[in-house]
């Protein structure tokens, strides 16, 4: 029973435009949602955050879009860059779960010069 | 300051046997957790170490365990390998336990022939 899903497990996108990569939980009791992105031969690296408390949480480039409703986030990145083609890995955790994290199982980025 | 490190990058065991993986948190984290990453699977949670006690399972069976050290450092151990045991075992430390933020090392590829 996969609590995190990441439906779209590749995406390409033009260097410059904008890169959407959505995820869907269905356990309610999430209340903090992070996205890592991970390139090969390394672990994954901390990219944002968003407590259920918001529905978006900005950084540069990056925004985290939260849709508690709909148990739907999506991460924007623009504008896109060669360097952000990666594999990017949404996580959920609940504060009922001594805050264990459940991750999706990632969509490849590919950014085209 | 240094990152989180895994010994060894890479292994190959052969199945029956048991093998013992080592992380170094970052300097100043009690935590770590470990994860197994598989092909389609994403990142599956396996058990969190904060002050030498796990404090913190994931659905796996008893094959796996580990350990932490007072220096926070910790080990990780597969008894009776089975094929189904070839994955990148990641390692992630955090400053405190259940903390959200968890930094990863590189990972450890096991190979069970």
């Known amino acids: 029973d996969q609590q995190v899903k990441q439906n779209s497990p590749s995406l390409s996108v033009q260097e410059g435009r904008i890169s959407i990569l959505n995820c869907d939980y269905t356990?309610?009791?999430?209340?903090?949602f992070l996205w890592y992105k991970k390139y090969p031969a390394e672990g994954p690296t901390f990219l944002i955050s968003i407590s259920s408390i918001k529905d978006k949480n900005e950084d540069g480039r990056f925004t985290v879009f939260l849709y508690k409703s709909a148990k739907h986030l999506s991460l924007h990145i623009v504008p896109s860059q060669p360097g952000d083609s990666a594999v990017y890995f949404c996580a959920a955790s609940s504060s009922g779960s001594a805050r264990q994290l459940t991750f999706g199982s990632g969509t490849q980025l590919t950014v085209l010069p | 300051k240094a990152g989180v490190t895994q010994t060894p990058r890479y292994l190959i065991k052969t199945r029956g046997q048991q093998v013992t993986l080592s992380c170094s948190p970052i300097s100043g984290h009690r935590s770590v957790s470990w994860y197994q990453q598989t092909p389609g699977q994403g990142l599956q949670f396996l058990f969190e170490y904060f002050s030498e006690t796990q404090r913190n399972k994931g659905n796996f069976p008893g094959r796996f365990s580990g350990r932490q050290f007072s220096n926070s450092r910790s080990e990780m151990n597969v008894s009776t390998l089975e094929l189904g045991d070839s994955a990148l075992y990641l390692c992630?430390?955090?400053?405190?336990?259940?903390?959200?933020?968890?930094?990863f090392g590189p990972g450890t590829r096991l190979t069970v022939t």
């Open positions: 356990n309610s009791m999430f209340d903090y």
């Open positions: 992630a430390s955090s400053l405190e336990l259940a903390n959200n933020e968890q930094y």
